[in-house]
């Protein structure tokens, strides 16, 4: 099997960390780069994270995530935040991460204007901002969990949370909110029996 079927194979949503065990720091860095590295639409990167340490924060939190444990015991938390502001058509920073391409002015107008083009419909919706931000995340989210598991580390994404108690909490800017939050760490318990719809279920060819 390949490396990355492996990995695929070793992921699962862990549901009991290790409190006693930590991620080595390079390891832990080398998945955030993952996250960094990461594609998004436009190539317009809103995904800002919070990687939470604290443990007063981490508990402080966990009744707003259905008391999940994995927010207090995994070795790592990664709060997917999302500054969606910034990513409005016509702001600096949009004519700035078209312009770091390097390309003439012309061009930067010209993607300027299919961008807000395609950000019309969805920019004039604070909610479906918040999803269009959020689905960037999720890649993030994906690669940095298979990524994870490369490394034997487990993982599980967390959907399972009051968003609007979470982003009090963290006490966010304006215009920033929260899309997912990850947990890093070691399975304490065997993982349980992979189950899935098979693949005639799910794909169709024509
Ligand atoms: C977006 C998303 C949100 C999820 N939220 C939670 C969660 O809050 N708590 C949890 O224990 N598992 C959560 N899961 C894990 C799923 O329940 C799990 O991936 C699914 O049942 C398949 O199991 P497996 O990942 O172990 O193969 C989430 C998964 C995804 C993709």
Redesign the pocket.
């Given at each position: 099997m390949s490396e990355f079927l492996e990995a695929m194979a070793f992921?699962?949503?862990c549901?009991k960390f290790d409190a006693e065990k930590q991620i080595p720091a390079e390891q832990f860095e080398s998945i955030l780069e993952v996250a960094r590295l990461s594609p998004s639409s436009f190539g317009m990167e809103p995904w800002r994270l919070i990687v939470v340490r604290n443990a007063g924060l981490r508990k402080a939190l966990k009744p707003s995530?259905?008391n999940?444990t994995?927010i207090t015991d995994a070795s790592e938390l990664v709060i997917f935040t999302t500054d969606n502001n910034v990513v409005r058509s016509g702001t600096r920073y949009v004519k700035d991460m078209f312009s770091r391409r390097g390309l003439p002015s012309e061009a930067v107008e010209t993607y300027m204007g299919v961008y807000k083009n395609y950000l019309a419909p969805i920019e004039s919706d604070e909610v479906l901002l918040e999803n269009w931000t959020a689905k960037q995340c999720?890649i993030a989210a994906a690669n940095m969990m298979t990524y994870a598991a490369t490394l034997k580390i487990d993982t599980?994404?967390?959907?399972?949370?009051d968003k609007e108690n979470v982003e009090a909490i963290l006490d966010l800017p304006e215009g920033h909110s929260v899309a997912?939050?990850c947990a890093f760490g070691y399975r304490v318990n065997p993982?349980?029996e992979?189950?899935?719809l098979t693949a005639e279920q799910i794909i169709e060819y024509r």
């Open positions: 992921r699962h949503a549901k995530c259905w999940q994995q999720y599980c994404p967390i959907e399972g949370f997912l939050i993982q349980s992979r189950k899935r």
